[in-house]
């Protein structure tokens, strides 16, 4: 299988850091042009799923703008310019929790259009989080941080209280590598 090519690409909105969109012309692997592919740049992000040294899984309960309703959420935040994302998962569970963690999962990186761009996704699991400073995020929403069990996580991904897929995703992987990890599954 062959890659589309893109050969141009125009900006048609520049909204900031935190929306840009582009119109790309690209070329087909069989050679077809298509002259107006729209292409929206967001900034590549991270999300945590913390797990304390009591088994305690941290989760906030907020509110989103593009969410209805109260939901549960894991960590996460923007990865800042040139900032390698693991550190970005770091300063944002220490931001948001005023927690650090040991042991480090990473569960991968993930387009979230595979069509229209958006930003790289890039999932941990943070194992082994102790307290060690009172929080200092600049988050806009209100939230609540959560100690929650593993049976209380699990019930809630089940119940759809993790409102958002990205959040969805990081909770499962976090749960699947843990039932794998238990299993004796490399």
């Given at each position: 299988?062959?890659?589309?090519?893109?050969?141009?690409?125009?900006?048609?909105?520049?909204?900031?850091?935190?929306?840009?969109?582009?119109?790309?012309?690209?070329?087909l692997p069989d050679g077809r042009?298509i002259s107006e592919w729209p292409?929206?740049?967001?900034?590549?992000?991270?999300?945590?799923?913390a797990v304390t040294e009591r088994?305690?899984?941290?989760?906030?309960?907020?509110?989103?703008?593009?969410?209805?309703?109260?939901?549960?959420?894991?960590?996460?935040?923007?990865?800042?310019?040139?900032?390698?994302?693991?550190?970005?998962?770091?300063?944002?569970?220490?931001?948001?929790?005023?927690?650090?963690?040991?042991?480090?999962?990473?569960?991968?990186?993930?387009?979230?259009?595979?069509?229209?761009?958006?930003?790289?996704?890039?999932?941990?699991?943070?194992?082994?989080?102790?307290?060690?400073?009172?929080?200092?995020?600049?988050?806009?929403?209100?939230?609540?941080?959560?100690?929650?069990?593993?049976?209380?996580?699990?019930?809630?991904?089940?119940?759809?209280?993790?409102?958002?897929?990205?959040?969805?995703?990081?909770?499962?992987?976090?749960?699947?590598?843990?039932?794998?990890?238990?299993?004796?599954?490399?």
């Amino acid at each position: 299988m062959q890659p589309w090519k893109t050969r141009s690409r125009t900006r048609i909105l520049n909204h900031g850091p935190y929306l840009t969109v582009e119109n790309h012309t690209v070329e087909l692997p069989d050679g077809r042009i298509i002259s107006e592919w729209p292409w929206v740049i967001t900034p590549d992000y991270v999300n945590v799923l913390a797990v304390t040294e009591r088994d305690e899984f941290l989760c906030f309960r907020q509110v989103k703008y593009g969410v209805e309703g109260a939901s549960l959420a894991p960590v996460g935040g923007y990865i800042e310019p040139d900032e390698d994302p693991l550190d970005a998962a770091k300063r944002e569970l220490m931001e948001e929790t005023g927690y650090e963690a040991s042991d480090w999962i990473d569960l991968g990186s993930y387009r979230v259009c595979g069509n229209r761009g958006f930003a790289m996704a890039y999932l941990y699991l943070a194992r082994e989080a102790r307290y060690v400073t009172e929080p200092d995020a600049d988050d806009l929403e209100e939230q609540k941080l959560l100690r929650l069990s593993r049976s209380e996580v699990e019930a809630a991904l089940e119940a759809a209280e993790f409102k958002a897929l990205p959040w969805v995703t990081v909770v499962a992987l976090a749960l699947h590598f843990m039932r794998e990890r238990a299993a004796g599954t490399p």
